[in-house]
């Protein structure tokens, strides 16, 4: 339900970010969504062209990487991962914890930009300093 | 093309964070204990609330309580009864009270200043999702269900009850008419909380809230040793 307004963050961010490499273009933005983060990844998908439209980062690919949730298990010395969100009990021996070690993660991993464009621009600038 | 990638590693609801963190500043800073209280629409949190609001004062706390509904200032008018200073945050459509909703309504809180008081009570926006995602600054998230919603609310809404600090279970007056499992509920909680503190509770008799009440004393008083240490 609120999956527009995270990905309008997401294209502000974005947007910010982008802004450090003027004349390129944004080709991918990369997410982590923890399976305990509250969103569907189909709405976000679905948001998407909504929200990047008319935007600098219009074309835009969105790709969406799911996390499972891992439990780190004391008993056990050891993380596991858990298979859903239903139990949260190490999958080796039963035991209930709630030392969550991945799960939440709502965030932008990484964005793939294409810099011809900054290339070009930042060309014609020397060119026209050369005949000075 | 000349392609790059830019790691970027950051938190999609940085901004939200951030606020959110500079008001938990704030509260510690003044010493009130902050509250979140998250269930569906109907779990009873505005009668669970007016409840705890007339005997926290009742015993010489100094309370206050924010409340979020989509339209409608009902409830801040209901809560209002209690005699503590109540403000309605209205979301006109969003489905879930953010930092900035917070920071805005305690700002232009006419006689309200937050080192004047004990506890600050949020009642959210009835919805088991969304309000999971944004934190509010507060110390305490409680998730609320009633025992009409069914024993597997919790593992229908994980994310929300694995959130929570505490776990309240309405109306169990009418337990027993409805057919409610408390055993299932309780292990339904447990599964996707381990060790939770839950209380069983009756905002119509009054039933598990003195122990409720008792509890908030304890969180404020080891929070208050906490944050002066």
């Known amino acids: 339900m609120h999956e527009l307004s995270i990905v309008a963050s997401v294209v502000d961010s974005v947007t910010e970010s982008a802004a450090a490499y003027p004349g390129a273009r944004v080709l991918e933005v990369r997410l982590r969504v923890g399976a305990l983060a509250s969103v569907v990844v189909d709405s976000l998908e679905f948001c998407w062209g909504i929200a990047t439209e008319g935007t600098h980062i219009e074309g835009a690919k969105l790709v969406v990487h799911t996390l499972p949730v891992i439990l780190w298990c004391e008993p056990c010395g050891k993380a596991s991962e858990l298979d859903g969100v239903q139990s949260f009990r190490c999958p080796h021996c039963g035991e209930a914890t709630m030392d969550l070690r991945q799960g939440r993660e709502l965030e932008i991993e990484s964005i793939e930009i294409d810099e011809a464009g900054a290339i070009e621009e930042a060309g014609e600038a020397k060119e026209t300093e050369v005949p000075r | 093309m000349t392609t790059r990638i830019v790691e970027l590693r950051q938190g999609i609801l940085k901004k939200n964070d951030e606020l959110a963190r500079s008001l938990r500043q704030n509260f510690t800073a003044a010493g009130v204990l902050v509250?979140?209280?998250?269930?569906?629409?109907?779990?009873?949190?505005?009668?669970f609330l007016e409840r705890t609001l007339r005997d926290l004062r009742a015993r010489g706390s100094r309370v206050a309580a924010l409340v979020g509904d989509l339209e409608t200032d009902n409830d801040a008018r209901r809560l209002a009864a209690s005699g503590?200073?109540?403000?309605?945050i209205n979301t006109h459509g969003i489905c879930h009270l953010d930092a900035e909703m917070i920071e805005r309504h305690l700002a232009g809180w006419e006689g309200v200043a937050l080192a004047g008081l004990d506890y600050l009570f949020i009642e959210n926006v009835g919805n088991l999702v969304c309000p999971s995602s944004y934190d509010l600054g507060e110390k305490i998230r409680?998730?609320?269900?009633?025992?009409?919603?069914?024993?597997?609310?919790?593992?229908k809404y994980p994310t929300l009850f694995n959130s929570a600090d505490a776990a309240v279970i309405t109306k169990m007056d009418i337990a027993e008419p409805c057919g409610f499992d408390r055993e299932l509920a309780l292990k339904n909680i447990n599964e996707i909380r381990p060790g939770i503190r839950i209380f069983e509770t009756s905002s119509k008799t009054g039933a598990g809230l003195e122990e409720w009440l008792g509890w908030l004393g304890e969180q404020r008083k080891a929070w208050k040793v906490c944050s002066c240490g």
């Open chain 2, 142 to 155: 409680v998730a609320l269900l009633s025992v009409t919603e069914g024993e597997d609310k919790p593992l």
């Open chain 2, 84 to 88: 503590a200073p109540v403000r309605q």
């Open chain 2, 35 to 47: 509250l979140n209280l998250v269930s569906s629409p109907g779990t009873g949190k505005t009668a």
